[in-house]
C-alpha cells in the first residue's frame, strides 16, 4: 500500500514471535464518538489515526464563528446521569466548563392561560426516590390536581418497565400514556415537556423504550440524575481545541479535512483507508460517523441486512439565535407552553458578546420549519418572544440568524431498536460507533460516547490490548 510519503508497504508484518508490532487503530469521524474511541484505543496503548471530514472536531456539537461572535450550532446539555459524557468532559480537561446546576430546577412557563402569563417550576427536593419531585409536582400550576396525581400513578408503572424488554420496542409512548390515564394535557405540559428535549419526537412518534429509558434513568433512578449541565463556554472549546490537545497528549495523529473514500480489507488480513493522497494501513477500523455514511463504507458482508442502516430515520433541529440590544431574560434558561418557542437559552457570556443579550432557542421535531426563509421564521419568533418575555418588548434586535441540522438525530420511532448495530461487525477488526448505534440511550452526546467507549473495547479485543483502562460504564456500553 502506498502511503502519503511514498514508501512502500507490503501489508501487515509480523516480528519473529508471529506478534505485529505498533497495532494501529484508524478512526473515522472526528464527532464525540470517534474522539471517544479514538482516546479510548490510544490510553491502552494503540497506535491511532483520526480522521475527519469537516475542518474542525465535534460532530453536531461544534462551535463557528459568525464575525466577532462565537456560535454554538445547536443548544446542547446533559443531565447528572450521564455518567459517559461527564467522564469525556474529565478526560479532556473540560468538566469545570459545562458544570451541572446544584439541584434540578427548570421555569416553565405557560402563555395560554385565561388569567395570563403563568411560571411553574420543575425542581426536586434532597429526598429518596420518588419523593424528590413530589413538591414540584404538587405544586405544579400546569395541571390540575387530579393531572398531578395520574402522574404520580404513571411514573410508578414506569419505574416498574423492564428495559430489558424488547416488546417496549414495538409500542410508541403516547399510546402507554394514555393507558396510563394521561390527559393530552399532561403529556403536552409534562411528559413532551422533557421527552421532545430528550428524543427530538413527541410521545407520538418515540418509541416506548427509548422514552422509559430517558425517564427512568433521569427521573426515577437518583435523586440528582435529572440536574441539568451545559457548557458556559462555546460548544468547540470544549469539543474542539480541548479535544485535540487530549488526542495530542495521548498521541493520537489527528486529520481534519480529510474525506475517507473507502475502507477496504486486507488478503493478508488488516484493512487500508483511503483518504486523498494518502492509504493508511490499519489493524482495526472504528467507523464513527453517521448511519448512511457508514452504509456507504462498509465492505460486503460486514453487516447483516445492511440495508437497514437507511431505515434508521433522522430528525432535524431548529436553533433560532437573537442578540438584543438589553438584557430580556434573567435566567440560565426557561421553556414554554402555549408557544411555539420550546427552551430558550442564554449565551451571552459564552459566545463573548459584551452588550446586550444573546438568546438561543432550541426547537426539537422541527421537521415543519427547518426549511422555513430566515425572515418568515423572525416573523413568526419575535413576538413569540415578546409574549414570553415582557422585557423583549421595545428591546432592539441586533442581530436574528438560524443553525439548521437537518439530520440531527436519527428518529426514536417504535421498532427503531432492531435496526441500530451493536459495536462490531462481522468482518475482523471493523466497528462501528455512533449515538445511532445500539446504546440503549437516543441520540444525544452520552450516547455518542458510550458508542465511543463501546467501540474501542471491541477494538482492544481483537487487537490483544487490556480493557483495564476503559472507564467504568463501558459493560453498560459495550
Known amino acids: 500500500m502506498t502511503h502519503g510519503n511514498g514508501t512502500q508497504d507490503d501489508g501487515p508484518r509480523t516480528d519473529a514471535a508471529g506478534v505485529r508490532p505498533g497495532r494501529h487503530a484508524v478512526v473515522v469521524g472526528g464527532g464525540l464518538a470517534g474522539v471517544t474511541a479514538a482516546l479510548a484505543l490510544a490510553d491502552a496503548g494503540v497506535r491511532v489515526t483520526l480522521l475527519e471530514s469537516r475542518p474542525r472536531l465535534g460532530g453536531l456539537a461544534c462551535s463557528f464563528q459568525r464575525g466577532d461572535l462565537t456560535v454554538d450550532n445547536g443548544q446542547h446539555v446533559y443531565l447528572r446521569c450521564c455518567t459517559a459524557y461527564r467522564w469525556f468532559l474529565d478526560r479532556i480537561g473540560g468538566a469545570h466548563l459545562a458544570p451541572v446546576q446544584d439541584r434540578l430546577d427548570v421555569p416553565v412557563v405557560d402563555l395560554d392561560r385565561p388569567e395570563g402569563r403563568r411560571l411553574g417550576r420543575l425542581r426536586r427536593d434532597a429526598l429518596p426516590v420518588p419523593l424528590h419531585l413530589g413538591r414540584s409536582l404538587a405544586a405544579y400550576p400546569h395541571l390540575s390536581l387530579a393531572e398531578r396525581a395520574s402522574v404520580g400513578r404513571a411514573a410508578l408503572a414506569l419505574k416498574r418497565l423492564d428495559l430489558g424488554d424488547p416488546a417496549l420496542d414495538t409500542q410508541d409512548f403516547a399510546t402507554w400514556l394514555t393507558a396510563h390515564g394521561q390527559s393530552a394535557r399532561t403529556v403536552e405540559a409534562l411528559w413532551d415537556l422533557v421527552g421532545v428535549a430528550t428524543l427530538n419526537a413527541v410521545a407520538a412518534d418515540a418509541s416506548l423504550a427509548l ?107 431548529l436553533n433560532v439565535h437573537v442578540i438584543y440590544d438589553r438584557t430580556v431574560l434573567n435566567a440560565p434558561f426557561l421553556t414554554a407552553l402555549g408557544t411555539p418557542l420550546q427552551w430558550v437559552f442564554d449565551r451571552t457570556e459564552a459566545a463573548g458578546v459584551k452588550e446586550g443579550q444573546y438568546l438561543a432557542v432550541s426547537q426539537s421535531t422541527a421537521q415543519d420549519e427547518i426549511d422555513t426563509p430566515v425572515a418568515t421564521l423572525r416573523e413568526r419568533y419575535l413576538p413569540e418572544l415578546e409574549r414570553l418575555l415582557p422585557r423583549a418588548r421595545g428591546a432592539g434586535v441586533k442581530d436574528f440568524f438560524v443553525t439548521r441540522e437537518r439530520t440531527a438525530t436519527f428518529v426514536p420511532a417504535p421498532g427503531v431498536g432492531r435496526l441500530r448495530p451493536g459495536a462490531r461487525t462481522k468482518a475482523p477488526g471493523l466497528y462501528l460507533a455512533g449515538a445511532w448505534t445500539a446504546t440503549g440511550w437516543p441520540a444525544t452526546m452520552e450516547s455518542a460516547v458510550r458508542s465511543g467507549v463501546g467501540a474501542a473495547g471491541a477494538a482492544l479485543d481483537a487487537l490483544g490490548r487490556s480493557r483495564g483502562l476503559l472507564p467504568d460504564f463501558f459493560e453498560e456500553a459495550a
Open 211 to 317: 422514552a422509559a429509558m430517558v425517564f427512568k434513568t433521569g427521573l426515577l433512578s437518583d435523586p440528582g440524575a435529572a440536574d441539568i449541565g451545559w457548557a458556559r463556554v462555546p460548544l468547540g472549546e470544549l469539543h474542539d481545541r480541548l479535544a485535540r490537545q487530549a488526542l495530542t497528549a495521548a498521541g493520537v495523529r489527528t486529520e481534519v479535512r480529510a474525506r475517507v473514500g473507502s475502507v477496504r480489507a486486507e488478503p493478508g488480513g488488516g484493512w487500508s483507508v483511503h483518504v486523498p493522497g494518502e492509504t493508511l494501513a490499519a489493524d482495526a477500523v472504528v467507523l464513527a460517523v453517521p448511519q448512511r455514511e457508514a452504509h456507504a463504507l462498509l465492505p460486503d458482508g460486514a453487516l447483516d441486512r445492511p440495508g437497514r442502516l437507511l431505515e434508521i430515520g433522522t430528525a432535524p433541529i
